[in-house]
């Protein structure tokens, strides 16, 4: 079955230590995104990347990096930098077309301490 | 910018009750507004969407239309089900000036939705 993968399902790190998060899709999308969710608020995009070797930032994209050197993967890193990133994170992608409407993973929860 | 606000929940229903979450929006041009799923411990599930004025989006007994008059995108069933209980989200895609959407979408907070038997 097609679908998106993230992994690990929980993730826990202490404090002042770079993480990355993966994201894997076998659906052939062009476009890939990376979203944070925080309870009570809806999901704010972190970055996202329309084609290979290309991304851009989204609304809150610092203290976090990616980078997509292959069409089926876009790791997230969540650096040092960010000052709070205990969070629910989202990987998605889509085709690319208009209108076209995203396929979310099942999310990685990041505990920082 | 754009933006999309959510009645506040939560929402608590018995079951077979009517359901309606509010959604309204700001955005300029025409965007494609969308209504996702996420039940508990997942990620989001496309529950319906609608991409121009006047259009109607259903799933699963869930129904919401695009109305450019009053900017909302609201979703309503007849008849809840348990199974239903989840958290809802209302979201808008640009279009660029191409008339492209890029897929960058701006989410309202969440609607949590619990359904007793």
């Known amino acids: 079955d097609g679908g998106i993968t993230q992994s690990p399902k929980y993730l826990f790190r202490k404090e002042g230590q770079n993480v990355t998060l993966s994201c894997e899709q076998n659906?052939?999308?062009?476009?890939m995104y990376w979203y944070r969710q925080d309870p009570g608020q809806g999901l704010r995009l972190i970055y996202y990347?329309?084609?290979?070797?290309?991304?851009q930032k989204g609304d809150i994209a610092e203290g976090y990096s990616v980078s997509r050197e292959k069409k089926e993967s876009f790791p997230l890193t969540v650096t040092s930098a960010q000052k709070n990133p205990t969070a629910f994170y989202l990987c998605?992608?889509?085709?690319?077309?208009?209108?076209?409407?995203?396929?979310f993973g099942n999310g990685t929860r990041l505990t920082v301490t | 910018g754009n933006s999309v606000t959510q009645m506040e929940g939560p929402v608590t229903l018995s079951e077979e009750a009517f359901l309606t979450i509010n959604c309204t929006y700001t955005?300029?041009?025409?965007?494609?507004l969308f209504w996702y799923v996420q039940y508990p411990g997942e990620g989001l599930q496309l529950l319906l969407k609608?991409?121009?004025?006047?259009d109607k989006g259903s799933n699963k007994g869930f129904e919401a239309t695009y109305r450019k008059e009053t900017t909302s995108f609201h979703l309503e069933k007849g008849s809840v089900q348990v199974s239903d209980s989840a958290v809802y989200f209302c979201?808008?895609?640009?279009?660029?000036?191409?008339?492209?959407?890029?897929?960058?979408?701006?989410f309202g907070q969440g609607t949590i939705l619990t359904v007793h038997p």
């Open positions: 998605a992608s889509s085709p690319g077309r208009d209108n076209s409407p995203l396929h």
């Open positions: 659906l052939n999308h062009d476009a």
């Open positions: 990347s329309q084609i290979v070797n290309d991304f």
């Open positions: 955005a300029t041009g025409y965007p494609s």
């Open positions: 609608a991409t121009k004025a006047d």
């Open positions: 979201a808008l895609s640009p279009r660029g000036a191409g008339g492209t959407s890029y897929g960058k979408l701006t």
